[in-house]
């Protein structure tokens, strides 16, 4: 910007400083020439007043077009990347959809946990009747002693598989056991190699330092000097981010990666087991006097068995929304919003996701900076379940904590706070299973065990943490969802991104 000229003055005055004097008229300055240099003084001052109206303009039309930015917060398991699915969903629908096949290896292996979460149960199960049996042939057990919290709520069972029927007799009194047929040991070994294609699927989709896969298509074949150990930069998401221009990924990864251990072919001919297992009463019985609730749990798909086991199975959208693939690091999903009437900015959008453990908290702080929204999500179903990296850590206190953290953050003050309170279809069928929610949450005292009194409390709650600890006022916009759920969850998304335009049209024409 060129330096504005100062006004004329005939006399110099010997007190300014050296600029001034330097830019003042000539004491003997002719009538011709003061004329001339006002005219070039006027000249320079419209030439000036030209450029800053540029620049205004130009940081003007720099703020229209800044993408709108979203964040995605919440702890692990929260249903953050579901969130951002739903978008991809709604917003890239070709890409969402052509995606879908590389779900497929990540699903199976969702199966094959759930199958060995099951295996594992049977094997525990196994262990304690077998003790049961051994104990009373030892005779140092009596029937009539106190035993585990479970005993004298069990019914009681017989062990079955016992060759000495007197010893199955004595036993057969003893409430901690359940008989096993057969038929089950029979399908129990069945499926025994479905341990080790998890253990195979495992290596293919998370790194060595992880329990859970991470990733959505196998890594590239064997540049890395030791293809075992594959290096931390490929243990981060390829995500969703690549939405739009990941079709290098597409290339089916399971053709190449198993030849001879296809894990669709395996699973495929477990299937008949897999079926087996699952309707069997008696592993009913087993998981839940276990209290291993596979329903409510990430990634179940033990009730499409027939279809997920198929040897032409393309996952569904649906079957997307619902596969557990955790989060590490974080992913940013680009996406063009397309233009309607009357709105002018907000086409593009920017939505980070990111990892939800404790240990990748820290890393969300450089993603606070100039965000137009968060998305928090605190799955309310969570309230009997404890933190999967620190056990001692109730989830739903967990949840509580982060969101006070964010409410009170400074560099969030003016950030618009949306609440999902999430996984409300959980928490219906565990509230109406008979699990009281009062003795997790003592304030909830005497209200009734249902899903709407119970989500209702926890919005009042959470809403007031976000009243009492915004360092401003701020606006806040709180939801009762189930993100897996297609019909609810798009009306709340097409609601939560016209507020977002909304307000960021707004922050466009402040400036
Ligand atoms: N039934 C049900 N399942 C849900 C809901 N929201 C998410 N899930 C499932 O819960 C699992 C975890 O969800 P994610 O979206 O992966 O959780 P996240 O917050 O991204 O977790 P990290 O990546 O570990 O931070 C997935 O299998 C989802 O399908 C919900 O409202 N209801
Ligand atoms: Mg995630």
């Not at 699903?107 to 049996?133: F, G, K």
Request: proline fraction near 7%; aromatic fraction near 8%.
């Amino acid at each position: 910007m060129p330096a504005r000229l100062a006004s004329s003055s005939p006399i110099p005055d010997p007190q300014m400083d050296p600029l001034t004097l330097a830019i003042a008229p000539p004491p003997d300055e002719s009538p011709e020439q003061k004329t001339r240099r006002e005219a070039e003084e006027q000249e320079a001052k419209r030439v000036s007043e030209a450029i800053d109206e540029a620049l205004k303009q130009e940081r003007l039309s720099d703020k229209k077009k800044r993408p709108v930015k979203l964040l995605l917060l919440g702890q692990s398991e929260s249903g953050k990347s579901t969130t951002l699915r739903q978008f991809q969903r709604l917003y890239t629908p070709t890409a969402f959809r052509q995606e879908r096949a590389l779900w497929r290896s990540v699903i199976q292996l969702n199966l094959t946990r759930s199958v060995r979460i099951i295996l594992d149960a049977l094997e525990a199960q196994l262990a304690q009747n077998t003790n049961y049996y051994v104990q009373s042939h030892s005779n140092a057990y009596s029937y009539n002693q106190p035993g585990p919290s479970s005993f004298h709520e069990s019914r009681t069972m017989n062990i079955m598989n016992d060759d000495n029927d007197n010893a199955n007799e004595s036993a057969s009194f003893h409430p901690a056991t359940i008989p096993f047929s057969d038929h089950l040991l029979l399908v129990m070994r069945r499926l025994l190699p479905l341990r080790h294609l998890e253990a195979l699927l495992m290596a293919k989709l998370a790194p060595p330092e992880e329990d859970e896969a991470t990733r959505l298509t196998f890594p590239p074949p064997v540049t890395h000097p030791n293809p075992h150990r594959p290096s931390s930069a490929e243990a981060t998401l390829p995500s969703a981010s690549t939405a739009n221009n990941n079709n290098n990924n597409q290339k089916a990864p399971e053709r190449d990666a198993f030849n001879s251990h296809d894990p669709t072919q395996i699973i495929h001919s477990c299937r008949e087991d897999i079926l087996d297992l699952w309707h069997e009463p008696a592993v009913r019985e087993v998981l839940r006097r276990r209290k291993v609730r596979l329903e409510e749990s990430p990634g179940f798909f033990l009730d499409d068995i027939e279809r997920v086991t198929s040897l032409k199975y393309l996952p569904s959208e649906d079957d997307v929304l619902r596969a557990r693939l955790k989060t590490v690091g974080v992913s940013e999903y680009r996406f063009e919003m397309e233009l309607s009437a009357g709105k002018e900015s907000g086409s593009e959008w920017r939505i980070y996701d990111v990892g939800g453990t404790r240990s990748q908290v820290p890393a969300w702080v450089p993603f606070f900076e100039n965000i137009d929204a968060i998305i928090f999500l605190a799955p309310i179903s969570a309230f009997d379940q404890t933190l999967v990296e620190d056990r001692t850590v109730n989830r739903l206190e967990d949840s509580v904590l982060m969101w006070k953290m964010i409410c009170q953050n400074k560099m969030l003050s003016k950030v618009d706070l949306v609440l999902f309170l999430n996984k409300c279809d959980i928490l219906g069928s565990k509230l109406s299973s008979g699990i009281r929610l009062a003795k997790y949450v003592r304030s909830y005292g005497e209200r009734s065990n249902d899903v709407d009194t119970a989500s209702k409390y926890f919005r009042t709650k959470f809403s007031a943490i976000q009243r009492e600890y915004s360092p401003i006022p701020r606006r806040f916009y709180g939801y009762l969802t189930s993100v897996t759920d297609i019909t609810t969850t798009s009306g709340i998304l097409a609601s939560v991104r016209d507020m977002i335009v909304r307000e960021h049209l707004k922050q466009s024409r402040l400036i």
